[in-house]
């Protein structure tokens, strides 16, 4: 017996010590043991042994789970293993998790209870389970942030892509355009190339436009507040509108307060856009009948007004009910009615975006099936108290101002560089400025232009962006570095295709004066030279009418034949302004470059996509001017997948793109003919031929060295022009070539000392 008392004085040592509570009930329902735990999870005491289970916890809110699993086992219903139920212990719900079974006490059957609190390890996974959401939740945001930021850079380079590749045809349409503007003598014609111009800017503006959602949405639309006259923007307006609505047999009428202050400040861009959506939108729902336009103002002190324009028509009119959505994206009232009218419905909501930007309102007043008149009020500041005059005095102005159109300046004391690694770029910009009679100084790199602005004085100097080794920024960038050079105060004007909303201010905080987009407007180019020229270098040039630099073309060129090498003559002759001789000039610099294919193959070789990305992006740029699409097509997709690191694909399909340009070669070659040069050979009378000495052409060399570009070519020129023998003729005509059509002064330096050393 000692053994067995041992025994049990073991057993309840045990008990007493275990972190489990253990609770005895008898089958007539009597507590007969309790361990300290179990006291603590109850909330009982040794004093409620021997008392009634059911007295202590039948009554006892928050038990009930508990107590149908002891009933269960009580009354042998069926044991409990593991069973998780809620006890409310002061006040407090607490997790316990129940096992039951049965023992035989002093011969006496008894329900054995044992129970864990697990209440804070339920809290401690249900906190895991719960930081294990989070952190999923976190890595689906992430991810979700990331390829929404990889959309938007995606959205971005499309953006950007698309508005340089959209701007080139229309500014080749304006620029023949112009062409008409300057040389025709017929009133008529120049009334209408004056509608064709103004539209085409018109259209310019609703290609931007296309990129304002987003723009607005990411709230990177500016306002960018200049200095601009009224008059002129009223008078883009009425061209804007009136031929539109001529088509549709509508009349149109526009008025002005005559004492409407003559210069404000403000941006003159959108309010044309806001207004010309509200005249456009008259138009299209309008059947028959007319519109009014209506410039008044009101004054606010001495600097401050609001412009108030309004725009009524006898249109179809606005329901009550659908005035709410009348600013809603992609949304067109009367749907059924409408469906024939053109537009994608955004137009009312940039209104609304670019009002808000500028602190203007709109006020809406219509009635449904007889018309409906907008007005917008945009504050504005006075800055030339003037009286604007009346609105017929505007448009005749308008017309004399035709004639004027073909009134330019020259400048020929005026010195201009201008820099861009590509040849043909500097071709085309040198004939646009042709007939200011400038100099105009070339550099083909970054470095070269750094050489030449420590040396000479330029009154204005225009950079490329995208060049390689060194780009146009950080070479202007070298160029604020330098002291006590001759061009510390020379405006420097960025050349550049990112026409996206934000890049000229990118450019202005980087030190550029101005910012010119790719393909240049001549219009633009000229005024920008102009404004930044030393108004005592500038003269105006009389009116030459079609005599003055006439454009020549040619009347048997087989266009049609030309397609099938995927080059367009036609135009490519309208990027060239027409002049033939100058489109000429551009496909023989284009067929001397084929030896390109090697130096961008070993690109790919090496696996340098940024300088493969220059490259070709500048192989696009001369096909599209030379009207070679298909080749610039592709072109694009290389430069697009290169600027993405994506050499799988440029390895892919860098055969097709050489096949391409080889073809695109092959129609070149047959436009040219037989005589592929403008330098021809001179005969010899009498079988004589100059005969030129080293030191004839090291003096050549000499003055290309002391930058006395114009006295080396005039004697090229003159050398050339005389009779040769062919390895002489062949030499003079690559230094030529050089300087002429590659603008590479150190080639031709070289050329020469090569010969003049033998």
């Known amino acids: 017996m000692p ?53 202590i916890f039948m009554m006892r809110e928050g038990t009930d789970a508990f107590n149908e699993v002891i009933f269960d086992t009580i009354q042998e219903r069926g044991k409990a293993t593991n069973v998780t139920v809620d006890f409310m212990h002061n006040g407090e719900i607490r997790n316990l998790t129940l096992t039951t079974s049965y023992i035989r006490n002093k011969g006496e059957k008894s329900v054995v209870v044992v129970m864990s609190d697990m209440t804070e390890l339920n809290e401690l ?22 390829e929404a930021i990889m959309a938007n850079e995606a959205k971005s380079l499309f953006l950007s892509n698309m508005s340089h590749e959209i701007r080139t045809p229309i500014n080749a349409v304006l620029g023949m355009n112009e062409m008409i503007l300057r040389e025709c003598t017929d009133e008529q014609l120049l009334t209408y190339a004056a509608n064709i111009q103004s539209s085409g800017k018109t259209l310019l503006f609703l290609i931007n436009d296309i990129l304002d959602m987003s723009k607005i949405e990411s709230g990177k ?32 009428k526009f008025s002005l307060d005559e004492t409407l202050p003559k210069t404000l400040y403000g941006d003159d861009v959108r309010i044309k856009q806001i207004v010309t959506n509200l005249l456009t939108n008259a138009v299209k729902y309008t059947p028959q009948g007319g519109l009014e336009m209506h410039v008044a103002y009101e004054r606010h002190g001495e600097e401050q007004l609001s412009l108030i324009i309004s725009v009524k028509d006898t249109g179809m009119g606005i329901k009550k009910e659908d005035m709410g959505k009348l600013f809603e994206n992609f949304q067109r009232l009367d749907e059924e009615k409408n469906r024939n009218i053109e537009g994608t419905g955004l137009g009312m909501n940039i209104t609304m975006s670019l009002l808000k930007l500028m602190d203007g309102d709109m006020n809406v007043e219509s009635e449904y099936g007889k018309g409906s008149t907008f007005t917008v009020t945009i504050p504005q500041r006075i800055v030339c108290d003037e009286p604007t005059g009346d609105f017929e005095s505007i448009k005749i102005m308008q017309e004399k101002n035709h004639a004027d159109r073909r009134q330019s300046f020259e400048a020929p004391d005026a010195n201009v560089l ?341």
């Open 125 to 146: 996974r249900d906190a895991q389970t719960a930081l294990e959401k989070i952190k999923k939740l976190n890595a689906e945001f992430e991810k979700a942030k990331n």
């Open 221 to 252: 639309m500016e306002i960018i507040r200049v200095d601009y006259d009224p008059a002129s923007l009223i008078m883009d307006l009425w061209n804007v509108i009136f031929l539109r609505a001529q088509e549709k047999d509508l009349s149109v």
């Open 418 to 758: 201008v820099v861009d690694d590509n040849a043909m770029n500097l071709t085309v910009f040198k004939s646009l400025l042709k007939r200011t009679k400038m100099n105009i100084v070339t550099a083909d790199s970054g470095k070269k232009c750094l050489e030449l602005v420590q040396k000479d004085h330029y009154d204005i100097i225009f950079m490329d962006h995208m060049m390689p080794e060194m780009d146009g920024v950080e070479t202007l960038h070298e160029i604020q570095k330098m002291k006590d050079f001759p061009n510390a105060d020379t405006p420097i004007i960025v050349l550049t295709a990112n026409a996206l909303s934000g890049a000229r201010e990118g450019y202005m905080k980087e030190g550029f004066a101005d910012f010119l987009t790719k393909p240049i407007d001549v219009d633009l180019l000229e005024q920008t030279v102009a404004d930044f020229l030393p108004k005592d270098l500038v003269r105006i040039r009389e009116s030459g009418g079609a005599d003055d630099e006439k454009a020549e073309t040619e009347q048997n060129i087989d266009y049609e034949g030309f397609m099938q090498y995927g080059i367009s003559i036609e135009n490519g002759l309208s990027l060239a302004k027409g002049d033939m001789d100058i489109y000429v000039d551009l496909v023989d610099m284009f067929l001397r470059e084929h030896e390109k294919q090697d130096a961008m193959e070993q690109f790919i070789l090496d696996r340098n996509m940024k300088d493969y990305a220059i490259w070709v992006h500048g192989l696009k740029g001369n096909a599209r001017t030379l009207g070679a699409d298909k080749l610039a097509d592709i072109a694009y997709e290389h430069e697009l997948k290169s600027k993405a690191d994506d050499i799988a694909y440029v390895e892919a399909h860098w055969d097709e793109l050489v096949a391409v340009w080889d073809t695109t070669q092959d129609g070149f070659r047959e436009f040219r003919g037989e005589d592929s040069g403008k330098y021809g050979v001179v005969s010899s009378e009498n079988g004589e031929v100059l005969q030129l000495s080293q030191s004839d052409l090291e003096n050549v060399a000499s003055l290309l060295e002391n930058f006395e570009t114009d006295q080396a070519l005039e004697q090229l020129k003159e050398w050339i022009g005389s009779p040769l023998e062919q390895e002489m003729y062949e030499l003079i005509k690559s230094v030529l070539i050089a300087l002429e059509d590659e603008f590479d002064e150190d080639k031709a330096i070289e050329l020469l000392m090569k010969n003049g050393g033998k």
């Open 3 to 55: 053994d067995q008392n041992n025994n049990e004085n073991l057993y309840k040592e045990i008990v007493t010590n275990m972190t489990e509570g253990v609770m005895v009930i008898s089958l007539n329902g009597k507590i007969t043991m309790l361990n300290p735990a179990a006291e603590s999870m109850l909330g009982l005491t040794q004093d409620d042994v021997g008392s009634s289970y059911g007295s």
